[in-house]
Protein backbone atom coordinates (compact mmCIF):
# COMPACT_ATOMS: atom_id res chain seq x y z
CA UNK A 1 0.00 0.00 0.00
CA UNK A 2 1.55 3.82 -0.99
CA UNK A 3 -0.27 5.87 1.74
CA UNK A 4 -0.55 9.09 0.65
CA UNK A 5 -2.21 10.98 3.66
CA UNK A 6 -0.40 14.39 2.31
CA UNK A 7 -2.85 15.31 -0.21
CA UNK A 8 -6.11 14.63 2.13
CA UNK A 9 -6.57 18.60 1.94
CA UNK A 10 -7.75 18.10 6.35
CA UNK A 11 -4.46 16.78 6.69
CA UNK A 12 -2.06 18.96 4.40
CA UNK A 13 -3.72 21.96 6.10
CA UNK A 14 -2.64 21.01 9.76
CA UNK A 15 0.33 19.13 9.00
CA UNK A 16 1.96 22.71 6.93
CA UNK A 17 0.66 24.79 9.96
CA UNK A 18 2.29 22.57 12.42
CA UNK A 19 5.72 22.43 10.63
CA UNK A 20 5.65 26.28 9.59
CA UNK A 21 5.19 27.32 13.93
CA UNK A 22 8.70 26.03 14.20
CA UNK A 23 7.67 23.90 16.86
CA UNK A 24 7.88 20.55 16.58
CA UNK A 25 9.33 17.33 17.69
CA UNK A 26 10.96 17.45 14.04
CA UNK A 27 12.68 21.03 15.19
CA UNK A 28 13.64 19.87 18.40
CA UNK A 29 14.31 15.91 18.32
CA UNK A 30 14.52 14.37 15.59
CA UNK A 31 16.03 17.05 12.41
CA UNK A 32 19.08 17.82 15.15
CA UNK A 33 19.33 13.98 15.36
CA UNK A 34 19.76 13.27 11.92
CA UNK A 35 21.74 15.96 11.10
CA UNK A 36 24.30 15.76 13.92
CA UNK A 37 24.97 11.76 12.13
CA UNK A 38 26.07 13.45 8.78
CA UNK A 39 29.74 13.18 8.15
CA UNK A 40 29.48 16.02 5.56
CA UNK A 41 27.08 17.75 3.05
CA UNK A 42 30.09 19.73 1.17
CA UNK A 43 30.04 18.19 -2.39
CA UNK A 44 28.12 15.67 -1.57
CA UNK A 45 25.19 14.53 -4.37
CA UNK A 46 21.98 13.46 -1.98
CA UNK A 47 18.74 11.72 -2.27
CA UNK A 48 16.30 12.57 0.24
CA UNK A 49 13.35 10.18 -0.01
CA UNK A 50 10.02 11.65 1.18
CA UNK A 51 11.67 14.88 1.39
CA UNK A 52 8.25 17.02 1.87
CA UNK A 53 8.04 20.44 1.29
CA UNK A 54 12.08 20.73 0.85
CA UNK A 55 13.54 22.50 3.76
CA UNK A 56 16.14 19.55 4.02
CA UNK A 57 16.83 19.86 0.59
CA UNK A 58 17.74 23.33 1.18
CA UNK A 59 19.54 22.92 4.02
CA UNK A 60 21.98 20.58 2.01
CA UNK A 61 22.45 23.30 -0.78
CA UNK A 62 22.92 26.00 1.96
CA UNK A 63 25.91 23.38 3.44
CA UNK A 64 27.70 22.98 -0.23
CA UNK A 65 26.16 20.10 -1.08
CA UNK A 66 26.78 19.59 -5.34
CA UNK A 67 23.00 18.30 -5.85
CA UNK A 68 20.02 17.17 -4.35
CA UNK A 69 16.94 14.97 -5.48
CA UNK A 70 13.97 15.33 -3.51
CA UNK A 71 11.43 12.82 -4.04
CA UNK A 72 7.75 12.75 -2.11
CA UNK A 73 4.80 11.33 -3.14
CA UNK A 74 2.43 14.01 -2.28
CA UNK A 75 1.63 16.37 -5.10
CA UNK A 76 0.90 19.25 -2.60
CA UNK A 77 4.14 18.80 -1.05
CA UNK A 78 6.22 19.07 -4.06
CA UNK A 79 4.66 21.64 -5.27
CA UNK A 80 5.15 23.98 -1.85
CA UNK A 81 8.81 22.59 -2.36
CA UNK A 82 9.24 24.01 -5.89
CA UNK A 83 7.42 27.21 -4.63
CA UNK A 84 9.37 27.40 -1.35
CA UNK A 85 12.61 25.62 -1.89
CA UNK A 86 13.63 25.73 -5.37
CA UNK A 87 17.24 25.88 -6.49
CA UNK A 88 19.03 25.03 -9.92
CA UNK A 89 20.98 22.10 -7.74
CA UNK A 90 17.65 20.95 -6.55
CA UNK A 91 15.68 18.46 -8.46
CA UNK A 92 11.87 17.45 -7.05
CA UNK A 93 10.54 14.23 -8.26
CA UNK A 94 6.74 13.50 -7.31
CA UNK A 95 6.74 9.44 -6.77
CA UNK A 96 6.11 6.90 -4.29
CA UNK A 97 9.55 5.95 -3.02
CA UNK A 98 8.40 2.01 -3.62
CA UNK A 99 8.35 3.26 -7.29
CA UNK A 100 11.63 5.42 -7.72
CA UNK A 101 13.44 4.36 -10.28
CA UNK A 102 16.59 6.33 -11.31
CA UNK A 103 18.56 3.71 -13.42
CA UNK A 104 22.40 4.09 -12.90
CA UNK A 105 22.13 7.30 -10.56
CA UNK A 106 24.69 6.77 -7.80
CA UNK A 107 24.48 9.31 -5.37
CA UNK A 108 27.04 10.12 -2.32
CA UNK A 109 24.55 10.16 0.83
CA UNK A 110 20.94 8.97 1.30
CA UNK A 111 18.25 10.41 3.59
CA UNK A 112 15.66 9.62 4.58
CA UNK A 113 13.46 11.46 7.30
CA UNK A 114 10.35 10.02 9.57
CA UNK A 115 9.02 8.15 5.62
CA UNK A 116 10.72 4.64 6.45
CA UNK A 117 7.28 3.78 8.64
CA UNK A 118 5.34 4.63 6.08
CA UNK A 119 6.84 1.80 3.73
CA UNK A 120 5.25 -1.40 3.45
CA UNK A 121 7.84 -3.28 2.43
CA UNK A 122 11.79 -2.17 4.38
CA UNK A 123 13.99 -5.18 2.70
CA UNK A 124 12.92 -3.38 -0.61
CA UNK A 125 13.54 -0.51 0.08
CA UNK A 126 16.80 -1.58 1.30
CA UNK A 127 18.10 -2.59 -1.65
CA UNK A 128 16.73 0.00 -3.50
CA UNK A 129 18.97 2.04 -1.46
CA UNK A 130 22.00 0.06 -1.74
CA UNK A 131 21.66 0.29 -5.36
CA UNK A 132 21.87 3.99 -4.97
CA UNK A 133 24.48 4.53 -3.46
CA UNK A 134 28.05 5.31 -4.02
CA UNK A 135 30.89 3.51 -2.68
CA UNK A 136 31.69 4.63 0.80
CA UNK A 137 27.83 6.63 0.72
CA UNK A 138 25.90 7.10 3.82
CA UNK A 139 22.14 6.14 4.37
CA UNK A 140 20.78 7.82 7.39
CA UNK A 141 17.03 7.53 8.05
CA UNK A 142 14.78 8.38 10.90
CA UNK A 143 11.69 6.34 11.97
CA UNK A 144 9.57 6.13 14.85
CA UNK A 145 11.31 4.08 17.79
CA UNK A 146 9.87 0.60 17.80
CA UNK A 147 9.14 0.99 21.53
CA UNK A 148 6.15 3.36 20.33
CA UNK A 149 5.01 1.47 16.97
CA UNK A 150 4.77 -1.68 18.74
CA UNK A 151 1.55 -1.72 20.96
CA UNK A 152 -1.53 -2.72 18.06
CA UNK A 153 -3.75 -0.22 19.81
CA UNK A 154 -1.12 2.58 19.70
CA UNK A 155 -2.62 3.82 23.10
CA UNK A 156 0.59 4.09 24.92
CA UNK A 157 0.51 6.75 27.57
CA UNK A 158 -1.15 5.12 31.08
CA UNK A 159 -2.62 7.99 32.81
CA UNK A 160 -3.55 8.70 36.49
CA UNK A 161 -7.19 10.26 37.31
CA UNK A 162 -5.57 13.68 37.11
CA UNK A 163 -3.86 13.00 33.74
CA UNK A 164 -0.21 12.93 34.80
CA UNK A 165 1.50 10.32 32.81
CA UNK A 166 2.14 7.16 34.74
CA UNK A 167 4.18 5.22 32.02
CA UNK A 168 4.71 3.54 28.75
CA UNK A 169 2.28 1.11 27.80
CA UNK A 170 4.73 -1.41 25.49
CA UNK A 171 2.87 -4.93 24.00
CA UNK A 172 3.19 -6.65 20.56
CA UNK A 173 6.28 -5.70 20.07
CA UNK A 174 7.33 -9.04 18.11
CA UNK A 175 4.17 -8.40 15.78
CA UNK A 176 5.28 -6.50 12.88
CA UNK A 177 2.86 -4.94 10.57
CA UNK A 178 0.15 -2.43 10.21
CA UNK A 179 -1.19 0.53 13.04
CA UNK A 180 -3.40 2.31 12.61
CA UNK A 181 -3.93 5.66 14.15
CA UNK A 182 -5.61 8.94 14.03
CA UNK A 183 -3.40 11.83 13.46
CA UNK A 184 -5.64 14.74 12.10
CA UNK A 185 -7.34 11.93 9.74
CA UNK A 186 -8.39 8.43 10.94
CA UNK A 187 -6.50 5.76 9.08
CA UNK A 188 -3.60 6.84 9.01
CA UNK A 189 -1.31 3.72 8.62
CA UNK A 190 1.95 2.84 10.26
CA UNK A 191 4.42 -0.47 9.94
CA UNK A 192 6.28 -1.64 13.02
CA UNK A 193 9.40 -3.45 12.46
CA UNK A 194 11.36 -4.44 15.84
CA UNK A 195 15.01 -2.59 15.97
CA UNK A 196 16.54 -5.85 14.74
CA UNK A 197 14.54 -5.83 11.77
CA UNK A 198 15.42 -2.66 11.32
CA UNK A 199 19.46 -3.01 11.99
CA UNK A 200 19.83 -6.59 10.42
CA UNK A 201 17.87 -6.08 6.92
CA UNK A 202 20.88 -3.28 6.15
CA UNK A 203 23.41 -5.62 7.03
CA UNK A 204 22.64 -8.12 5.55
CA UNK A 205 22.35 -5.87 2.53
CA UNK A 206 25.88 -4.95 2.58
CA UNK A 207 25.49 -1.66 5.11
CA UNK A 208 28.11 -1.78 7.85
CA UNK A 209 25.88 0.43 10.84
CA UNK A 210 28.15 3.43 12.00
CA UNK A 211 25.72 4.90 14.67
CA UNK A 212 22.36 4.99 16.44
CA UNK A 213 20.65 7.59 17.72
CA UNK A 214 17.99 7.65 20.05
CA UNK A 215 17.46 11.43 20.57
CA UNK A 216 16.56 13.60 23.55
CA UNK A 217 15.19 17.06 22.89
CA UNK A 218 17.65 19.95 22.35
CA UNK A 219 18.03 22.09 25.12
CA UNK A 220 15.62 24.86 23.30
CA UNK A 221 12.97 22.49 22.41
CA UNK A 222 12.32 21.68 26.31
CA UNK A 223 11.82 25.30 26.57
CA UNK A 224 9.67 25.96 23.95
CA UNK A 225 8.18 22.71 24.28
CA UNK A 226 8.04 21.37 27.57
CA UNK A 227 6.50 18.52 27.27
CA UNK A 228 9.68 16.89 25.11
CA UNK A 229 10.81 16.02 28.23
CA UNK A 230 8.94 13.23 28.30
CA UNK A 231 11.76 11.65 25.80
CA UNK A 232 13.69 11.30 28.26
CA UNK A 233 10.89 8.27 29.58
CA UNK A 234 10.97 6.98 26.06
CA UNK A 235 12.68 7.76 23.00
CA UNK A 236 10.17 8.58 19.94
CA UNK A 237 12.19 8.18 17.33
CA UNK A 238 15.44 6.49 16.22
CA UNK A 239 17.92 7.54 13.92
CA UNK A 240 20.72 4.92 12.14
CA UNK A 241 23.45 5.73 9.94
CA UNK A 242 24.92 3.12 7.74
CA UNK A 243 27.46 2.93 4.69
CA UNK A 244 28.04 1.24 1.20
CA UNK A 245 31.69 -0.08 1.49
CA UNK A 246 31.71 -1.14 -1.99
CA UNK B 1 31.14 -2.07 42.01
CA UNK B 2 31.88 -6.12 41.49
CA UNK B 3 28.63 -7.97 42.38
CA UNK B 4 28.77 -11.30 43.36
CA UNK B 5 25.22 -12.98 44.06
CA UNK B 6 26.52 -15.88 43.49
CA UNK B 7 27.98 -16.94 46.24
CA UNK B 8 25.38 -15.91 48.78
CA UNK B 9 24.16 -19.45 49.68
CA UNK B 10 20.74 -18.92 49.32
CA UNK B 11 21.10 -17.57 46.01
CA UNK B 12 23.31 -19.86 44.41
CA UNK B 13 21.01 -22.98 45.84
CA UNK B 14 17.92 -21.45 44.62
CA UNK B 15 19.78 -20.46 41.14
CA UNK B 16 21.18 -23.86 40.70
CA UNK B 17 17.42 -26.04 40.94
CA UNK B 18 16.25 -23.29 38.59
CA UNK B 19 19.45 -24.25 36.01
CA UNK B 20 19.30 -27.93 36.96
CA UNK B 21 15.46 -27.99 36.26
CA UNK B 22 16.53 -27.36 32.98
CA UNK B 23 12.83 -24.92 32.40
CA UNK B 24 14.29 -22.08 32.13
CA UNK B 25 14.39 -18.65 29.82
CA UNK B 26 18.17 -20.01 29.36
CA UNK B 27 16.86 -23.10 28.05
CA UNK B 28 14.39 -21.59 25.62
CA UNK B 29 14.91 -18.31 25.03
CA UNK B 30 18.25 -17.16 25.28
CA UNK B 31 21.04 -20.17 24.85
CA UNK B 32 19.05 -21.32 21.65
CA UNK B 33 19.61 -17.38 20.15
CA UNK B 34 22.95 -16.98 21.39
CA UNK B 35 24.24 -20.27 19.43
CA UNK B 36 22.11 -19.93 16.84
CA UNK B 37 24.38 -16.61 15.97
CA UNK B 38 27.92 -18.18 16.50
CA UNK B 39 29.48 -19.25 12.90
CA UNK B 40 31.33 -22.10 14.26
CA UNK B 41 33.31 -23.49 17.26
CA UNK B 42 35.03 -26.18 15.23
CA UNK B 43 38.95 -25.34 16.03
CA UNK B 44 38.11 -22.58 17.60
CA UNK B 45 39.72 -20.55 21.12
CA UNK B 46 36.81 -19.36 22.99
CA UNK B 47 36.66 -16.96 26.30
CA UNK B 48 33.69 -17.01 28.14
CA UNK B 49 32.97 -14.14 30.25
CA UNK B 50 30.15 -15.17 33.13
CA UNK B 51 30.64 -18.99 32.39
CA UNK B 52 28.92 -20.04 35.80
CA UNK B 53 28.97 -23.90 36.29
CA UNK B 54 30.36 -24.26 32.55
CA UNK B 55 27.32 -25.75 30.57
CA UNK B 56 28.23 -23.71 27.41
CA UNK B 57 32.58 -24.28 27.91
CA UNK B 58 31.47 -27.80 27.74
CA UNK B 59 29.50 -27.29 24.93
CA UNK B 60 32.13 -25.89 23.11
CA UNK B 61 34.30 -28.71 23.53
CA UNK B 62 31.64 -31.01 22.05
CA UNK B 63 31.71 -28.77 19.00
CA UNK B 64 35.31 -28.98 18.25
CA UNK B 65 36.92 -26.20 20.18
CA UNK B 66 40.07 -26.71 20.44
CA UNK B 67 40.52 -24.55 23.40
CA UNK B 68 38.34 -22.90 26.54
CA UNK B 69 38.43 -20.17 29.14
CA UNK B 70 35.63 -20.21 31.46
CA UNK B 71 35.64 -16.64 33.39
CA UNK B 72 33.37 -16.23 36.59
CA UNK B 73 33.44 -14.42 40.05
CA UNK B 74 31.34 -16.70 41.69
CA UNK B 75 33.75 -19.47 43.82
CA UNK B 76 30.60 -21.98 43.85
CA UNK B 77 30.27 -21.64 40.54
CA UNK B 78 33.39 -21.97 39.10
CA UNK B 79 33.78 -25.09 41.51
CA UNK B 80 30.86 -26.97 40.02
CA UNK B 81 32.03 -26.05 36.82
CA UNK B 82 35.38 -27.71 37.25
CA UNK B 83 32.99 -30.40 39.03
CA UNK B 84 30.86 -31.01 36.38
CA UNK B 85 32.27 -29.77 33.32
CA UNK B 86 35.52 -30.40 33.97
CA UNK B 87 37.81 -31.20 30.93
CA UNK B 88 41.55 -31.00 29.82
CA UNK B 89 40.93 -28.15 27.49
CA UNK B 90 39.00 -26.04 29.37
CA UNK B 91 40.59 -23.52 31.88
CA UNK B 92 38.68 -22.61 34.56
CA UNK B 93 39.07 -19.11 36.27
CA UNK B 94 37.72 -17.33 39.16
CA UNK B 95 37.84 -13.82 39.04
CA UNK B 96 35.62 -10.78 38.24
CA UNK B 97 35.42 -9.67 34.64
CA UNK B 98 36.49 -6.34 34.90
CA UNK B 99 39.40 -7.98 36.98
CA UNK B 100 40.49 -10.13 34.44
CA UNK B 101 44.05 -9.57 33.13
CA UNK B 102 45.37 -11.78 30.12
CA UNK B 103 48.32 -10.27 28.74
CA UNK B 104 48.83 -10.86 25.39
CA UNK B 105 46.38 -13.96 24.84
CA UNK B 106 43.65 -14.22 21.83
CA UNK B 107 40.57 -15.83 21.33
CA UNK B 108 38.37 -16.70 17.96
CA UNK B 109 35.31 -16.30 19.56
CA UNK B 110 34.50 -14.27 22.74
CA UNK B 111 30.93 -15.19 24.69
CA UNK B 112 29.25 -13.77 27.39
CA UNK B 113 26.07 -14.72 28.52
CA UNK B 114 23.37 -12.92 30.39
CA UNK B 115 26.68 -10.97 32.36
CA UNK B 116 26.76 -7.95 30.85
CA UNK B 117 23.89 -6.29 32.18
CA UNK B 118 25.95 -7.08 35.69
CA UNK B 119 28.90 -4.45 35.33
CA UNK B 120 29.06 -1.33 35.47
CA UNK B 121 31.74 0.18 33.25
CA UNK B 122 30.57 -0.77 29.72
CA UNK B 123 33.15 0.91 27.48
CA UNK B 124 35.82 -0.76 29.68
CA UNK B 125 34.57 -4.12 29.23
CA UNK B 126 34.02 -3.51 25.31
CA UNK B 127 37.77 -2.29 25.32
CA UNK B 128 38.73 -5.28 26.83
CA UNK B 129 37.53 -7.75 24.31
CA UNK B 130 38.36 -5.70 21.43
CA UNK B 131 42.13 -6.14 23.17
CA UNK B 132 41.66 -10.29 23.33
CA UNK B 133 39.96 -10.94 19.68
CA UNK B 134 41.91 -12.51 17.37
CA UNK B 135 41.93 -10.35 13.98
CA UNK B 136 38.41 -11.50 12.56
CA UNK B 137 37.54 -12.71 15.99
CA UNK B 138 33.65 -12.56 17.23
CA UNK B 139 32.01 -11.45 19.87
CA UNK B 140 28.37 -12.34 20.99
CA UNK B 141 26.46 -11.45 23.99
CA UNK B 142 22.98 -11.63 25.55
CA UNK B 143 21.69 -9.13 27.93
CA UNK B 144 18.92 -8.26 29.84
CA UNK B 145 16.74 -6.20 26.83
CA UNK B 146 16.84 -2.25 27.83
CA UNK B 147 13.13 -2.19 27.42
CA UNK B 148 13.22 -4.80 30.55
CA UNK B 149 16.17 -2.95 32.68
CA UNK B 150 14.23 0.82 31.66
CA UNK B 151 11.69 1.29 34.16
CA UNK B 152 13.57 2.36 37.53
CA UNK B 153 11.24 -0.14 39.88
CA UNK B 154 11.65 -2.82 37.20
CA UNK B 155 7.49 -3.09 37.87
CA UNK B 156 6.92 -4.07 34.41
CA UNK B 157 3.87 -6.50 34.23
CA UNK B 158 0.40 -4.14 34.57
CA UNK B 159 -1.88 -6.76 35.68
CA UNK B 160 -5.99 -6.26 35.83
CA UNK B 161 -7.75 -7.65 38.71
CA UNK B 162 -8.18 -10.95 37.58
CA UNK B 163 -4.41 -11.05 37.27
CA UNK B 164 -4.45 -11.27 33.10
CA UNK B 165 -1.36 -9.25 32.06
CA UNK B 166 -2.32 -5.65 30.49
CA UNK B 167 0.67 -4.36 28.99
CA UNK B 168 4.43 -3.89 29.69
CA UNK B 169 5.08 -0.85 31.67
CA UNK B 170 8.07 1.33 29.96
CA UNK B 171 9.55 4.61 31.22
CA UNK B 172 12.82 6.05 32.41
CA UNK B 173 14.56 4.65 29.32
CA UNK B 174 17.12 7.48 29.00
CA UNK B 175 18.30 6.84 32.70
CA UNK B 176 21.74 4.48 32.17
CA UNK B 177 22.76 3.35 35.35
CA UNK B 178 21.86 0.71 38.67
CA UNK B 179 18.19 -1.06 38.45
CA UNK B 180 17.96 -2.60 41.98
CA UNK B 181 15.79 -6.06 42.00
CA UNK B 182 14.56 -9.27 44.02
CA UNK B 183 15.82 -12.25 42.28
CA UNK B 184 15.29 -14.98 45.09
CA UNK B 185 17.26 -12.23 47.13
CA UNK B 186 17.21 -8.34 47.57
CA UNK B 187 19.42 -6.18 46.48
CA UNK B 188 20.65 -7.55 42.88
CA UNK B 189 21.78 -4.83 40.97
CA UNK B 190 21.47 -4.47 37.64
CA UNK B 191 22.38 -1.77 35.09
CA UNK B 192 20.75 -0.46 32.55
CA UNK B 193 21.88 0.79 29.21
CA UNK B 194 19.81 2.38 26.06
CA UNK B 195 20.00 0.22 22.66
CA UNK B 196 22.50 3.23 21.35
CA UNK B 197 24.72 3.12 23.89
CA UNK B 198 25.02 -1.01 23.55
CA UNK B 199 25.71 -1.04 19.84
CA UNK B 200 27.14 2.67 19.49
CA UNK B 201 29.71 1.26 21.94
CA UNK B 202 31.36 -2.02 20.17
CA UNK B 203 31.32 0.17 16.72
CA UNK B 204 33.43 3.12 18.56
CA UNK B 205 35.91 0.62 19.51
CA UNK B 206 36.34 -0.76 15.94
CA UNK B 207 33.86 -3.56 15.99
CA UNK B 208 31.36 -4.53 12.48
CA UNK B 209 27.73 -5.12 14.27
CA UNK B 210 26.86 -8.40 12.23
CA UNK B 211 23.73 -9.14 13.90
CA UNK B 212 20.73 -8.64 16.65
CA UNK B 213 18.71 -10.54 17.85
CA UNK B 214 15.05 -10.28 20.14
CA UNK B 215 15.01 -14.17 20.27
CA UNK B 216 10.87 -15.31 21.14
CA UNK B 217 10.90 -19.04 22.62
CA UNK B 218 11.86 -22.15 20.34
CA UNK B 219 8.60 -24.41 20.38
CA UNK B 220 9.67 -26.84 22.85
CA UNK B 221 9.83 -23.76 25.48
CA UNK B 222 6.77 -22.88 24.59
CA UNK B 223 5.25 -26.06 25.59
CA UNK B 224 7.18 -26.08 28.90
CA UNK B 225 7.02 -22.99 29.78
CA UNK B 226 3.67 -21.77 28.29
CA UNK B 227 3.95 -17.81 30.16
CA UNK B 228 7.21 -17.59 27.23
CA UNK B 229 4.31 -16.73 24.88
CA UNK B 230 4.78 -12.91 26.67
CA UNK B 231 8.28 -12.96 25.03
CA UNK B 232 5.87 -11.94 21.64
CA UNK B 233 4.84 -8.70 23.81
CA UNK B 234 7.98 -7.85 25.12
CA UNK B 235 11.37 -9.45 24.77
CA UNK B 236 13.21 -10.29 27.57
CA UNK B 237 16.72 -10.34 26.02
CA UNK B 238 18.85 -8.47 23.20
CA UNK B 239 22.05 -11.24 21.47
CA UNK B 240 24.56 -9.10 19.86
CA UNK B 241 26.98 -10.69 17.46
CA UNK B 242 29.95 -8.39 16.50
CA UNK B 243 33.07 -8.95 14.61
CA UNK B 244 36.57 -7.82 14.55
CA UNK B 245 38.42 -6.97 11.45
CA UNK B 246 41.67 -6.15 12.90
Known amino acids: MKQNIYDNPVFFKEYISLRESGV ?21 SILDLGCGTGHFAQYCIVNGASRVMGVDISRNMIDQAKKKNGHEKIEYICTPIEDLDLHNQKFDLIISSLAVHYIEDYSQLIVKVKSLLNKNGEFIFSTEHPIVTARNDMKNWVKDSKG ?6 LDNYQEEGTREQHWYIDGVIKYHRTISTLLNTLIDNGLILEKIIEPQAIPSGLVQMPKLVNEERRPSFIVIKSRSLS
Request: proline share 4%.
Open 24 to 44: TYNDFVEQPAIKSAISSLKDK
Open 164 to 169: NKLHWA
